[in-house]
């Protein structure tokens, strides 16, 4: 049906920047909006922010302040710019997009996950 593909995590050093790409393919009408998550080791998974079709965006706490969320509809694609990265950044990224389907079915779905890693 949808697949949201990550790119961009890997291991950075503290202060660094890291841009992370989302892609969406598949059976897609229209995309309502797309985020990104993130779940540290023995914690929750998160918000850190997301963005709708229109351009609208909202952070959580974790993606205020450094992180910017920007997306490309054409090319179906949402990014995640982060920014004077942070130990306590270290986790798995997930996209996650909201996308009526071509049977006007609606749903969401979860990206594989890409791992960040902020080295001290």
């Known amino acids: 049906q949808v697949q949201l593909v990550e790119s961009g995590g890997g291991l950075v050093q503290a202060g660094g920047s890291l841009r992370l790409s989302c892609a969406a393919s598949?059976?897609?009408?229209?995309?309502?909006?797309m985020g990104w998550y993130r779940q540290a080791p023995g914690k929750q998974r998160e918000l850190v922010a997301t963005?709708?079709?229109?351009?609208?965006?909202k952070y959580g706490d974790s993606g205020k302040g450094r992180f910017t969320i920007s997306s490309d509809n054409a090319k179906k694609t949402v990014y995640l710019q982060m920014n004077s990265l942070k130990p306590e950044d270290t986790a798995v990224y997930y996209c996650?997009?909201?996308?009526?389907?071509?049977?006007?079915?609606?749903?969401?779905?979860w990206g594989q996950g890409t791992l960040v890693t902020v080295s001290s």
């Open positions: 963005i709708t079709h229109s351009g609208s965006t």
């Open positions: 996650n997009g909201e996308v009526w389907l071509v049977d006007y079915r609606y749903l969401e779905f």
């Open positions: 598949g059976t897609i009408f229209s995309i309502n909006g």
